[in-house]
Structure formats: C-alpha cells, structure tokens
C-alpha cells in the first residue's frame, strides 16, 4: 500500500487546518498531501485513503472534535515522524521538554497535553538542531517567542515561523529533489543564502505591525530555519549509507 510522509509545509497545513477549521480541515490537508505524494485523482486518493492503514495519529487527527486539540509528547513523535526525513525519539523529545528547550516549551498548555503551538516548536528544534546546538537554539527562539506562556507577545506564530520556512524551502527546490535550486557557491553574484534571504524579504511583507529590528530577527531565523532543512536533508542521506553499510 502507498505510504504518506508529509513535507514540512504539508505538515504546518495540517496544524493550521486544526488551528483553525475555517481556512481547511484536517481531512482535505491530509487528502492533498496523498495526491501530491502518490499522484492519483482524487476518486483514487480517497479510495487509497481508505484502504490503506492511516498512521494512528493521523487517524486521531481526522476523528478529533472542532474543540482545542492537543498532544502528549509520544504524539507528537508520532506526528514529528510523518515529516519527511524527520527522526524523532520518546526519549530525545522528553528529553528537550524537560531540559534542553524547558524554557522554550514550559509546560503542557492543553490540560496535560501539548498545544499545536508548543508541537510547532518541537518541530522547529528538530530541524534547527541539525545546525545549531541547543544554547544558540534556545539564544534565537526566545527572541521570536517571547514569554511561552503568552502567545500573543509572539513576533510570528510558532505555526506560521513553521510553515513559512517551509514553503521557502519547497519554493527554492522547484524540481522537488529535496535540494534548493541554487549554487551553494558564487554564481552571478549570488550565494544561496541570499536568495534564501531574498525568499525571507517577501515572505517579512505580510509582518507589518513589526519594528525593524524584529523584522532583522525573524528573517535571519528564517534563514538559518531553511538551511537546516537543507541539512537534515543531507544527515538524513548518510544515515542511510551508513545503515546499508552496516549491513554489508
């Protein structure tokens, strides 16, 4: 049976559809993504769906109420593993949640369960730890987040950082080979990380209500965001080499 893996800005649609139902439904982002990834119509997408054995998270995506959902951390692996080349452990994220990123999560925001919010950023540490470690990290997200218990002191939303680090991403890698379409060395002037930046620039118009020097720091985090995926990319490739060496 066709499996589905999302990509990074697959997976921020979701959170949003459950962040809020009024802009999509967790289904239609779910159905999306099994046509992009499989290429079928969408009669066959909806059939595949249904005899195929969704990942039991997804299951209690599509089934869970209009009400505030939330997640337990071994959910959230659940679902941080549906990322493509994404590698997440119970022990690695107890582990962040209690120590390495505590001041960035605090505690479970939805009863004893985690926000969309707080998983966003379980997210973004998963893809900014393949750059970073996690003094640098916890240095930057406390700039775009602020006081964790408040959101609304948030330079961007967790989801949002999320997704539109993402769609710069799939934006730069247009034949969709899971490397940005740009030369890593001097072409014409321009080095990748420029072009990134451009992304970032057009992506900082919709920010209006920010001052510059916020501005300043959520682009620089968007950079540093979309060369980590780049990065995770490339880890994720040599574990495979090293597993099918292993076994030689």
Avoid: C
């Avoid at 505590?102 to 393949?130: C, N, T, W």
Wanted: glycine share 4%; net charge negative.
């Amino acid at each position: 049976m066709p499996s589905l893996t999302l990509t990074r800005k697959q997976m921020a649609e979701l959170l949003v559809s459950l962040q809020n139902n009024e802009v999509s439904t967790p289904t239609k982002v779910l159905k999306q993504a099994w046509l992009e990834t499989n290429g079928m119509s969408e009669d066959a997408a909806m059939k595949g769906m249904g005899e195929s054995s969704l990942p039991g998270i997804f299951e209690k995506i599509i089934k869970s109420s209009k009400k505030e959902i939330g997640f337990s951390i071994n959910e959230i692996v659940s679902l941080g593993n549906q990322i493509e080349y994404s590698s997440f452990s119970t022990t690695a994220v107890q582990n962040w949640v209690k120590r390495d990123v505590r001041s960035l999560i605090g505690s479970p925001q939805q009863g004893k369960k985690y926000s969309l919010e707080q998983a966003a950023i379980l997210f973004i540490v998963e893809d900014l730890k393949s750059t970073l470690d996690f003094v640098s990290i916890r240095n930057l997200l406390t700039l775009i987040f602020n006081n964790i218990e408040d959101r609304h002191d948030d330079l961007i939303d967790p989801i949002h950082f999320y997704h539109t680090y993402a769609t710069i991403f799939e934006e730069l890698d247009l034949n969709d080979d899971h490397v940005v379409d740009v030369d890593f060395r001097v072409k014409d002037g321009n080095k990748a990380e420029m072009m990134i930046y451009q992304k970032a620039e057009e992506k900082m118009e919709r920010l209006v209500d920010l001052e510059l020097r916020e501005q300043s720091i959520v682009k620089n985090a968007l950079v540093i965001a979309t060369l980590s995926v780049q990065t995770s990319y490339f880890q994720s490739v040599s574990r495979q080499f090293l597993n099918s060496t292993l076994f030689i």
